[in-house]
């Protein structure tokens, strides 16, 4: 049994993350969720635009879980359909702002010293931009067409990203492995995808797992400001604000998607605590 | 010291010089003008307004113009409130986001800092669990669904407080807790992993076998280190807050900052969509200035370096 004395990082850091019952938890919550927006709006008896306009704003019941809106649709299908939104902005978002901060922090971190402060004043520049003008002007300009929001939402989010890239690879660059890369000849993109890239993995999944919540929640901004997903779809933001709009009269409106949108977050939040603390590696012991 | 300083505030006039350029190039990428929404306008007097506002101008021009008049304070007036000043709008704005921001920072300090370090001191107890729980749900409540609820139970239901708009002297409560608790757990959360990274280290143990109080160790020697990131955090927040969270703004419908960075951008209102993210810029700089000489003044490993 050797192969149960060494063990990679990767497999002591999913240990250390299956140690702790809380994050377990998490993950088996997550994984519910996503199981329900999957599976939820195709088994439900009703569609996520269908009016019953007999049901409009019923109270939950046994035939409607969650009651109807207004327009007598099912709440609980549009919970779970709006929901497969919410998370797909979520994470083709933060793919897109990793993607960009990644490759950016790696050539800013890599290159010379004057590459390097003048990428890295650019940061600082877009970091003084009062970011929802950023994407506000972005959607207007494109439209908006649901695909364009998570590139507008990637396209802002992805400095945090390529600061937390740029510092690793500053110190990583002139230890050995890397030295005896460059004195075997190797070249800039041959270090940067052989050796960087793989070292700064670790840091790039900490903070990928915790830009996904971030990422929801501006686009639950965005769609509460009437500027993301447009009716007749609808995502946790869409519906959070015909909620708010009518809490008074009509609670379950607010507390149905409310109660979906804040259990994903905080286990997102859960997961991206815990990967920090297993792949931290100041926190690996034996 | 000097030069520090001098660095920096050149640096900050580099980050504001450059929030102008991009601003002003991604209004001229958008397709429409701000007199778009106007039907029907002869073409004669269409040009007319095109060259008064400076429109028909080529845009390196129209962009010069531009950092001339922030610069020397002249401002240009809105082109869909006319008569008045970009600057006369962001100051009838700015005192309403700017009470609500600084009360909800003060709300957020006061309920974070203590919740963190009740959590470092007394580390894997109920204590820290519980705080813990409540920071991650704080942080997991978005503004749109706390803001309506406070708004329900305080406003509607009791009364304390008016459900939105902004006559009575107290309207800023209800949105600056909205704010101040959720930004609360952000404290908390950095305040925790400051202090018990700070009471790890070994000038602590120092002052413990010399016989410190647990207070005087937190206050007199690891508070100073363990702010460090909540300082950090705190510069972008709180210009973000006195320039008004859009969200709460819009839920407890107040006149202040938020509409505009969402309004000039929709109606193509060119100058007021420069003077607003020239505005957020100075405040960001400026308090990103403030953060960089506290941290140096209060980490002496950091120190005053240009």
């Known amino acids: 049994m050797s192969h149960s004395i060494a063990r990679s ?80 902005v979520g994470i083709l978002a933060t793919a897109v702002a990793s993607v960009i901060g990644v490759a950016y922090g790696l050539i ?84 940067l995808f052989k050796h960087m890239l793989p070292n700064v993995m670790g840091p790039v999944i900490i903070y990928a797992s915790l830009t996904i919540p971030g990422v929801m929640m501006l686009e639950a901004t965005l769609s509460f400001l009437g500027l993301g997903i447009q009716p007749p779809d609808a995502s946790w933001g869409v519906l959070i604000s015909e909620g708010a709009a009518s809490m008074a009269v009509y609670p379950w409106m607010l507390i149905g998607p409310s109660v979906f949108f804040s259990a994903t977050l905080l286990a997102l939040n859960l997961i991206g605590d815990a990967l920090r603390d297993a792949l931290d590696p100041k926190s690996i012991q034996d | 010291m000097l030069r520090f300083l001098l660095s920096r505030v050149l640096q900050g006039f ?10 002003f190039g991604l209004l001229k990428l958008a397709p ?50 006319p008569g008045r000043g970009v600057n006369e709008i962001i100051a009838q704005g700015f005192p309403v986001s700017a009470q609500v921001g600084i009360a909800a920072l003060m709300i957020a300090l006061a309920l974070g800092i203590p919740m963190g370090a009740l959590a470092a001191l007394r580390p894997n107890t109920l204590e820290d669990r519980v705080s813990t729980v409540v920071a991650t749900l704080g942080i997991c409540t978005p503004s749109m669904v706390l803001g309506p609820i406070l708004a329900l139970v305080f406003g509607l239901k009791l009364r304390w407080f008016n459900a939105s708009g902004w006559y009575d002297a107290d309207d800023w409560v209800l949105p600056a807790l909205t704010l101040g608790i959720i930004y609360s757990a952000y404290i908390a959360r950095l305040t925790r992993g400051g202090l018990r990274e700070t009471l790890a280290q070994e000038f602590i143990r120092t002052a413990r076998a010399k016989g410190a109080s647990d207070a005087a160790i937190v206050f007199r020697h690891a508070f100073k280190l363990a702010c460090l990131p909540v300082l950090n955090f705190l510069g972008p927040t709180a210009a973000g807050l006195m320039t008004g969270s859009i969200i709460t703004e819009t839920v407890f419908q107040l006149p202040g900052l938020g509409q505009h960075f969402v309004g000039a951008a929709v109606n193509r209102d060119y100058d007021l969509a420069m ?6 810029a100075l405040l960001i700089v400026g308090f990103n200035l403030l953060v960089d000489f506290l941290q140096a003044l209060l980490n002496p490993r950091i120190g005053f370096k240009a």
């Not at chain 1, 990767?10 to 519910?32: D, E, S």
């Not at chain 1, 207004?70 to 939104?85: C, E, F, M, S």
């Not at chain 2, 003077?275 to 957020?280: C, D």
Request: charged share 15%.
């Open chain 1, 9 to 88: 990082p990767w497999q002591k850091a999913w240990l250390l993350l299956m140690r702790n019952p809380l994050t377990v938890a998490a993950i088996i919550l997550l994984a519910l969720l996503v199981f329900a927006c999957c599976i939820g709006a195709a088994i439900s008896p009703y569609g996520p635009n269908d009016q019953n306009l007999e049901l409009r704003a019923t109270a939950p019941s046994m035939s409607h879980w969650l009651g109807t809106d207004p327009l007598g649709r099912d709440l609980a299908t549009r919970i779970l359909h709006g929901g497969r939104i919410s998370m797909l």
């Open chain 1, 108 to 191: 800013a971190g890599l290159a010379s010293k004057r590459t390097d402060a003048a990428m890295m004043r650019l940061v600082d520049v877009l970091y003084a931009f009062p970011f929802i003008t950023f994407v506000i002007i972005l959607v207007v300009i494109f439209g908006r067409e649901f695909w364009l929001i998570f590139v507008a939402i990637g396209a802002v989010e992805w400095l945090t990203m390529a600061r937390v890239v740029r510092g690793q690879v500053l110190a990583l660059k002139n230890l050995e492995f890397v030295q005896a890369a460059r004195a075997a000849g190797a070249g800039f993109w041959h270090i």
């Open chain 2, 32 to 81: 429409g003008s701000p007199l778009q929404s106007e039907r029907n306008i002869p073409e004669n007097i269409r040009e007319q307004r095109m060259a008064m506002s400076g429109l028909d101008k080529p845009l390196a021009v129209q962009l010069w113009r531009y950092i001339v008049s922030f610069a020397t304070f002249d401002f240009p007036v809105s082109a869909k409130t």
């Open chain 2, 275 to 280: 003077a607003t993210a020239v505005f957020y």
């Open chain 2, 14 to 23: 580099a980050v504001i010089l450059g929030v102008l350029c991009i601003t």
